[in-house]
């Protein structure tokens, strides 16, 4: 892993969102308040510095950085910041923002600590079709929605725990209601699937017209990601799949969408359109 400006700048935003989730645990051990809106700027801090770092990746790959393993990673973490960012205050849910900054720090942790994903390639990531590009942002956009689903359905889960066993002291203190968590959820559901349906639609556009380009084992499980997804939704809506099955549910889905990640990118690189050591500065031999 070359330590250009994109990296370095990748790293210092991840580095704040360490902060964030540091700073959060200390004050809730230490003075047992949930001081949200530091942890909301300092995330916001994170995002901008992370944004300013993908930006610079995507001068150098000349298109959306999500080429290899570690690009696809941040990218799902820029997502789920940029959607807390948006939701966070609207909804005011405490450890809402503790939860995302941790998620985000687990995955920024495993991006970093395998220097193999950052992989060089040569090329565009996804070619000269801006459509695919868009269609592959977008589908990255809607695993950070689901992140954040997963991550209210863990605050779900715990005030769940608090109630049955009565355990309303301390940590606990800070957790959501169920009917506000719950709703957050069922919300984010819609969003993800909405925007995951369209990521599949708008990329259904270009391969019916090149057939000859479909990585068939990218788009199956891709599609196994939406269908898996639109029947908890579909569930849910009709009160059939609710409360802790559907939290269940929505944490064990993510897991699954998270680790497909790496197949899928896998299946789509090859040689000859991977990122040359020469582009990224690195040193040949």
Known sequence: ??????????????????????????????TRHHPRWVLYALIAGGYAIQTFGMYQRGLLVEGCPMGNTFEIVQFVIWSLTFCFLVL?????????????????VLLAILSFAIPSWDSPYTGRPFGPSPWIEFHASLAL??????GLLAMSSLLYLLQNFSLRERRLEGFYLFLPSLVETETLSVRMLVAGCSVL???????SIYWIQNPA???????????????????????????RLYSKNLAWTCLALF??????????NQSRAKPESALSESSLGLPHG
Request: glycine content about 10%.
């Open 1 to 30: 892993m070359h330590l250009g400006v994109d990296v370095i700048s990748i790293g210092l935003g991840n580095l704040l969102y360490c902060l964030g989730f540091l700073f959060a645990i200390f004050y809730l051990l230490r």
């Open 88 to 104: 966070g205050p609207a909804f005011r849910l405490s450890l809402f923002g503790f939860s995302t900054a941790g998620l985000a």
């Open 141 to 146: 956009f809607s695993y950070g929605i689901f």
């Open 197 to 203: 349906t369209v990521s599949l639609a708008v990329g």
């Open 213 to 239: 380009t479909v990585d068939w084992l990218k788009l199956l499980f891709t599609v196994s990601v939406w269908l898996a997804y639109l029947l908890v939704l579909v569930l849910r809506l009709g009160n």
């Open 255 to 264: 897991l699954v969408a998270v680790i497909s990640l790496w197949p899928v």
